[in-house]
């Protein structure tokens, strides 16, 4: 079992840089295959990016494709998401989470998540 608590949202202009980290409890951290997911007010919960297991294969959803990325650093539990010029339309709150399927970038793939953090993007 593994505990996750996403941080570093915030409100910032668009065009903007931001990353968001997800810290991971447990030493089978390195087991999972981490994604991350955001919902805003009004719609479902949407992909955003995902790491397979073991080898590290990264995906991403086509909106943020070619902006962001999803580093993963096993020595410190932590999963990051690199998000480059941010957009209105990125709004949301962002959650990460474990699962123990190899490749996974529905929301049903995933047994843990994050609590979320906010994201806001203006301009």
């Known amino acids: 079992q593994v505990q996750l608590v996403d941080s570093g949202g915030g409100l910032v202009q668009a065009g903007s840089f931001l990353t968001l980290s997800c810290a991971a409890s447990?030493?089978?951290?390195?087991?999972?295959?981490m994604g991350w997911f955001r919902q805003a007010p009004g719609k479902e919960r949407e992909f955003v990016a995902a790491l397979s297991w073991p080898i590290g294969v990264p995906y991403y959803g086509d909106p943020v494709k070619g902006r962001f990325t999803i580093p993963r650093d096993n020595s410190k539990y932590t999963v990051y998401l690199h998000m480059n010029n941010l957009q209105p339309e990125d709004t949301a709150v962002y959650y990460c989470?474990?699962?123990?399927?190899?490749?996974?970038?529905?929301?049903?793939?995933?047994?843990?998540w994050g609590q979320g953090t906010q994201v806001a993007a203006q301009g």
């Open positions: 989470a474990a699962s123990t399927a190899a490749r996974a970038t529905m929301a049903y793939d995933y047994e843990y």
């Open positions: 447990g030493r089978t951290f390195s087991s999972y295959a």
